[in-house]
């Protein structure tokens, strides 16, 4: 039994799977942030059900990729049950989801989010009534609270098990409408095969939508004659309604949707709402972007101070261990090595990136949760544009600072070709969270964290340019920004921990074992001296940089992970206290280098999935050659400096 | 009849008419917004970042590329 979770962007959907189905999926404030399915069983009254969470979706229409594959999957992928999850404070907007839903055929259950919100804004839903309309089951909840959702799986399995009878019907629209879109249906029916997956009407409204990939589907099995049929009764409903072919039907579910909403919804006074005045002064064209840079210096300032003192803590510690190694091994043999570099492998993950890391997500997922991320694209767009692409481009950019993989993902919600590309790139170049704690790490660590801030500043202006040089290079309108403003939301504290664990875990399963593996592997070229020769090839780079010849090694172990860049230079000049051996200048050029040259291999490989392996190849060509340019002017530079 | 951008912020406004791309119409479709929608301007600083818009209680951040091309009339 399989069961979709589907809702539009900052509907709570995710909170509600994360509610059910515990530490496996990440919530988020940004439109289109889940663009994976996320998987997970769920045991209701003894039976166990297969529930997929859907990426939010304004629509099945494919506007862009990520809604064109909610659409498709939500079609092809054989579900039993929709779990509609709609923002109860944003009602009338978020029908018109539901009646596409409608039209798949597949039973729904309507969960009604956020149910306390609507309250405060003075909407009061006559849920009895919204049931009757629709014909399908409806449950009230408020996810972030846990209150309702163990009610709406009930009543999910309710439905599954026909304990409840179903009285689903699809919402018709006004007259004059309905017949073409009945007339479109029979065209349908007598031209497309049997075997098409999608139900006759769903597709025949689609048509009608002018929607590019159905469109596509219909005409490449039968040609001009349903081609001309299509523009034909397009016309018809423009000329009914007097709004072009591409949104007419989507303004006339808007149309239904809000006649629903008119029945259903007394609207009283809503509480003074403060969010309003926050807004004033956070976008506030300049006291917004005051705001902004204390905000992100706090946000700084607060991960090191926090992970410096557990740092030093735990490092004095890993430091004993260490010196004492040698009273239990043999030094310098086979076991030593192997038993040390491991050791520096797990020391170094709870040592060196877990303090930065674990204050680092707790505070960029408070930041996403409260709903700032949508305000520094407002604030962005200006700046976007200047650079050639738009505010909705800064989503990706802005998801890289916690992982390059997801970010480059992100770029589904584009809906160009070119703009998806420049924004690859960019959200590539932004410095993740593993290089976060290379910068916390070596810079904040030895120059203090407002030189780490300016190591931020400095990525920003170089992928700034960055951006302008492509936009200049693919010259092309960018169809600009439409992006929703979600209200502020306090965030649960259990989504914070949730999501923030989901983060670590991915950390301790997936990163650690790499860095264990990679200080193991220069453990072992360490003791048969095949470092050495690798350090000797990259001496001419190490040299123009003006860095000691050892590091050479780490820089090709920083592509698999990029703290392992970090823990490999502690290793390889054989001590924590990197300015014991390296200067000032070395550790920003060393820095400058991690944090600019080659993204790690999984970024490489979702590159390649999402624009191609030729522009994946042009990044790291391109990266390799910024890196070396930019850590030598900061050498060069530094000399005046340090 | 003008442009989305001459308007002043707390205005309220009729949209007449949407130029450009199939893509961006769409987008704002789906918000609801449309030939014939009546919004409100919440937020307007000249030539400094996006509208943001007010539809049936959603918040619409526009950037002055795609409002440049709102044709609409105060109401």
Known sequence: MRIALVGQPNSGKSTIFNAVAGYKSATSNLPGTTVKYTESKVRLNGKVYELVDFPGTYSLSSTNEAEFEVGKYLIEGDFDLIINIIDASQLGRSLPLTLELLEIGIPIVVALNMIDEASRKGIEINVDLLTNQLGVPIQTTIASKNIGVRELFILARKVIEAELPIRQKKIKCQRDVEEVIEEMEEVVNQKIPLSSPYPPRFLAIKLLEDDDYYRSFATGRNGVHISNTISKLQMKLVSLRGKPQDSVMVLERHAIAMDIYNQVVKVGTPQKDWREIIDNVVMHKYAGYFILIVILLTFFYGVFELGAVIEEFLLTGFEQVNNNLPQYFIPDSLLFYFIKSGLWGIGGGVAIVLPYLIPFLIGLTLLEDIGYLPRVAYLMDAFMHRIGLHGTSIVPAVLGYGCNVPAVMAIRILPSRRDKIISAIIASMVPCSARSIVIFGLIAFYLGPFWAFMIYVFNIVIIALTGKILSILMPEISPGMVLEIPPYRFPSFQVIRKKTWFRIKEFIMVAWPILILGSIILGMLEYFNIVEIIDQVLSPLTAILGLPVAVGTTLIFGVLRKELALIMLTQAIGTTNVASVMSINQIVTFTVFITFYIPCVATMAVLVREVGKSWMLFLLVFTLILATVLSLTIHILGNFFF | ?75
């Open chain 2, 1 to 75: 009849m003008k442009s989305i951008l001459e308007i002043e912020s707390n205005k309220k406004v009729k949209i007449i008419s949407i130029a450009g791309g199939k893509g961006v119409r769409r987008g704002l479709a789906q918000m609801g917004v449309g030939i014939g929608s009546v919004v409100i301007i919440k937020r307007n600083a000249p030539f400094a970042g996006p509208l943001v818009i007010e539809n049936h209680g959603t918040s619409i951040a526009i950037g002055r590329g795609v409002a440049n091309k709102i044709m609409v009339e105060e109401v």
